[in-house]
């Protein structure tokens, strides 16, 4: 007899974890899915990679970040707090799985959504308006709160036990952990998930590039690794933090940016988008605010080209800087 198959979409977190764990338990062979974003958390296709280990499942890694950024730039069912799309970015994540069910054959999808866990896209009218728009109607199993919920086909049909399903509910954490104890698992990440949308401080970031009409996953990855300016509507600016922070601006440097280095100590910067001659001093002014000492001698390049500039630049004020720190 054929094994029924399930995909289970796994972000990393407990939840999808214990999900996929609870229908495993069942004799279904659970193929686990994490879709990639550069608003997806540090190090998530290192930890949902062990934990697909620990799980014993298949995984594939897909990256939607195309499809993402049309979608958040104009979200149907609009922003949580932040700039997170919660409500669009579900159906577009089941939309996705739906299409990888068709291809692997299998039978229904799980997530380890919770009822009445997360404000915007867990409770019960969310969930019913998800499943409609995703085009899943009935097979997707939610195993943590399914005995909450009406069944689905794969519990109707009998694929599944509903009796073996959960009753979890709310924002307390009290059953996972038990689930945990019982199943001896580790390595699963944070209860929030980690999207960065989540965060008001990059949130301002990112609108301030959709703005602008910047956003992309090169700049995205660049902006998570320094401090952001925002010199003008086109050209923008990324300070290093630290040693580790300016190694990695330099790996993150595309065709046509500009390098700002200081030949005494300090950080690197980044600039990218259109410029004029007053950004290149302004860029250096904030370049020397992070030095040690002033005036300062800053080393201006076009990636990747290896003539120079000498910017000697006075540090820019403090109160001045506000203007451009995002």
């Not at 922003?79 to 799985?97: H, M, S, T, V």
């Not at 997530?111 to 969930?127: A, D, H, K, Y």
């Amino acid at each position: 007899m054929k094994k029924t198959k399930a995909i289970a979409l796994i972000s990393g977190g407990l939840d999808s974890v214990l999900a996929a764990k609870v229908i495993s338990e069942q004799g279904i062979e659970v193929i686990g899915v994490t879709f990639i974003t550069p608003f997806s958390g540090d190090g998530t296709s290192q930890r949902v990679k062990l934990l697909a280990k620990i799980l014993n499942i298949d995984l594939r890694l897909l990256d939607i970040s195309a499809e993402f950024f049309k979608m958040l730039k104009f979200p149907k069912y609009g922003y949580g707090k932040n700039l997170n799309p919660c409500i669009d970015c579900r159906i577009l994540e089941l939309r996705q799985a739906h299409q990888l069910m068709k291809e692997l054959g299998a039978s229904f999808v799980v997530t380890g959504e919770v009822l009445g866990q997360r404000p915007m896209s867990q409770n019960r009218q969310s969930i019913e308006l998800i499943e409609r728009e995703s085009g899943m109607e009935g097979l997707i199993v939610r195993a943590l709160c399914a005995k909450l919920l009406s069944p689905s086909i794969p519990e109707k049909e009998g694929w599944i036990n509903r009796e073996e399903l959960l009753d979890i509910e709310g924002r307390s954490r009290k059953k996972q952990y038990k689930l945990v104890e019982k199943y001896n698992i580790s390595g699963y990440g944070a209860p929030a998930g980690g999207c960065l949308l989540t965060d008001s401080g990059f949130s301002l970031k990112v609108k301030n590039l959709m703005k602008s009409n910047m956003l992309d996953t090169d700049f995205i990855n660049l902006m998570k690794t320094g401090r952001y300016f925002s010199l003008s509507d086109s050209f923008k600016l990324v300070v290093g933090r630290d040693h580790k922070e300016n190694l990695k601006l330099l790996q993150f440097a595309k065709e046509g940016d500009i390098i700002f280095e200081p030949e005494s100590k300090g950080p690197v910067a980044i600039g990218r988008g259109k410029r004029e001659n007053a950004d290149l001093e302004i860029a250096s002014k904030i370049v020397a605010y992070y030095c040690k000492n002033g005036p300062v001698n800053i080393n201006v390049k076009i990636f990747p080209e290896d003539k120079e500039e000498i910017i000697n630049a006075e540090k820019i004020s403090g109160e001045e800087i506000l203007k451009y720190r995002v």
